[in-house]
C-alpha cells in the first residue's frame, strides 16, 4: 500500500526566510510518481511539479526547489525567499504504475504555510 | 489557459437526498477523476473515469456513488441518499493520458463544497 506523510502540520515563518517543506512516501513499486500541489486559501488545487521515480535530479524552478532523494523515501520542497503570497497548505502525493492507467494520487495531509509579513 | 470547471461551488442539501456535481474537464484531456477533502483534512482520491468507464475506484467510492458522461463535455458524479459526512469539498481532475510516466499532470478545478444538513 503507498502512503505519504507530511509530518509538519503548521509552519510559520517571517517573509524573506527560506523554509523547507518535508514529504516521506511509502511504496513498494519500483515505478512511481511523486507531485507537489499548493492550494491557496481560495482553495484550488494548484500542480506545482511531477517526478518520475527514476529520475533523482532535483529540480529548481525560480524560488522553489525540490529534493528527491530515493535512499531516505523522501520528496521536500524548498522555498527560498519566501513571500506573503506562498502562504498555502502544500500537499505531497504519489501514484504507483499499476500499468492501468488513470491511477489516483495518494495525498498527504499538507503543511499550512504560513508567511508573516 | 485551459482549466477544469465546476458548477456549482456550493450545494447545500437535505439528508437523504440525491445531488450531481458537474465538471467540464479540459477539452482535449482523456482522463477523469473525482477526489473528496473533508474540511481540514487531506486530499482522497474518489474514481477515475476513461473512455466511458471506471478505471479506478477507492474504498470511498461504494454504491452511493456513481460517475457519468453524458455527452461529450460534462462528467458528473452523483451522490445517493447523502449522509452528513459526506460534506466536503469534491474535486474534478483531467488529464491528457492516464500513466503519469507520459509526462501528464492531472489538472483540478476549484471544487464544489458539498454541505448537507
Known amino acids: 500500500a503507498q502512503k505519504v506523510t507530511q509530518a509538519q502540520t503548521e509552519i510559520s515563518v517571517v517573509e524573506k526566510e527560506d523554509v523547507t517543506l518535508d514529504c516521506v512516501y511509502e511504496?513498494?513499486?519500483?515505478?512511481?510518481?511523486l507531485f507537489w500541489y499548493k492550494q491557496p486559501p481560495s482553495g484550488e488545487l494548484v500542480f506545482l511539479i511531477r517526478r518520475n521515480s527514476f529520475d533523482e535530479q532535483n529540480e529548481i524552478s525560480g524560488r522553489y526547489s525540490w529534493n528527491f532523494q530515493k535512499s531516505t523515501s523522501s520528496f521536500n520542497f524548498t522555498i527560498t525567499a519566501s513571500q506573503v503570497v506562498d502562504s498555502a497548505v502544500y500537499f505531497c502525493a504519489l501514484s504507483e504504475d499499476s500499468g492501468g492507467g488513470a491511477d489516483g494520487l495518494t495525498f498527504g495531509k499538507g503543511t499550512h504555510l504560513i508567511i508573516q509579513p | 489557459e485551459p482549466e477544469v470547471t465546476q458548477t456549482p461551488s456550493h450545494q447545500v442539501t437535505q439528508m437523504g437526498q440525491e445531488v450531481i456535481l458537474r465538471c467540464v474537464p479540459i477539452?482535449?484531456?482523456?482522463?477523469f477523476y473525482w477526489y473528496r477533502q473533508i474540511l481540514g483534512q487531506k486530499v482522497e482520491f474518489l474514481v477515475s473515469?476513461?473512455?466511458?468507464?471506471?478505471?479506478?475506484k477507492s474504498e470511498i467510492f461504494d454504491d452511493q456513488f456513481s460517475v457519468e458522461r453524458p455527452d461529450g463535455s460534462n462528467f458528473t458524479l452523483k451522490i445517493r441518499s447523502t449522509k452528513l459526512e459526506d460534506s466536503a469539498m469534491y474535486f474534478c481532475a483531467s488529464s491528457e493520458a492516464g500513466r503519469w510516466g507520459l509526462n501528464t499532470e492531472a489538472f483540478f478545478g476549484q471544487g464544489t463544497r458539498l454541505t448537507v444538513v
Open positions: 473515469f476513461y473512455n466511458n468507464e471506471i478505471s479506478e
Open positions: 477539452s482535449n484531456h482523456l482522463y
Open positions: 511504496t513498494r513499486d519500483t515505478t512511481y510518481y
